[in-house]
């Protein structure tokens, strides 16, 4: 299963949507889909180790989007600049939009940012993610759902994390419900509502902004990425999420035609 080719993208590659004729109602967003910090930024000031660890980008998790966007036929959005340039899931007044330090590495070229580099960087690679999302959510048929995927580093400030697989949700869980009833019969992993992150952290940016805000059912899936580390782990974890996200959406279709 090869991953499909981009149909589209934008100038510099600050986004990239992909299958735009897709036919299963469905979105895929993988806002941290890239490690790329733009040369004009001379690296931030970070070592190589920082600029390919998971505080530039989610490990993993684009591949994972690629083979889950071809499995279901559903297009795909993905940020194309390390969230360390602008994390596109936080909206421009997210005091950690830009970060000035991520988890125990300081990121000098972020450090006292001037309020125009701010705004530029919110021009530059913000709003261009979020029109795409837009674009991509106004083409989808009715009664289509919002998916965004993510990764997550195995230890975190020296902690060792257990929960394998989290199913994220803001205040509509009605997706998420559905797969944390369908997980268990697919897989032995261990999986957590809202963990490791959850409503609490700021990481639902995207379900509230272009999902919630549209009325769609929505859910934001985080994997441990010692899961996805390999070319064949994202295909047998995209092939997973293809098989619990069609048994939930069946169901969800069920009980959304008793509800009309």
Known sequence: ???????????????????SGGRFPALIVCEHASNHIPEAFAGLGVSKEVASSHAAWDPGARQVSLFLSELLNAPCVLGEVSRLVY?????????????????????????????????????????PFKQAVEDAVK?????????????????????????????????????????????????????????????????THTLKLHAIANRLPNVMIEIRSDLIASDLQ?????????????????GFELQWEQQA
Do not use: W
Not at 96 to 121: C, F, T, Y
Not at 153 to 177: K, N, Q
Not at 235 to 247: D, F, G, T
């Open 1 to 19: 299963m090869a991953a499909p080719a981009a149909e589209s993208q934008t100038e510099g590659s600050v986004v990239t949507t992909l299958n």
């Open 87 to 127: 994390d596109c899931n936080r909206p421009p007044s997210a005091s950690d939009a830009i970060v000035e330090r991520s988890e125990i590495h300081r990121i000098p070229g972020n450090e006292r940012l001037a309020s125009e580099d701010r705004k530029q960087r919110v021009s530059r690679y913000y709003m």
């Open 139 to 203: 083409a989808l048929p009715a009664g289509s759902v919002l998916i965004t995927i993510h990764s997550f580093t195995p230890v975190y400030f020296g902690t060792r994390r257990e929960v394998e697989l989290g199913i994220l949700h803001d205040e509509d869980s009605r997706l998420a419900d559905a797969m944390l009833s369908s997980l268990p019969r697919h897989s032995s992993h261990v999986v957590r509502r809202n963990e490791p992150y959850g409503p609490q952290d700021g990481v």
């Open 234 to 250: 994202c295909r047998e974890m995209a092939q997973l999420l293809h098989k619990v996200l069609l048994e939930a959406l069946t």
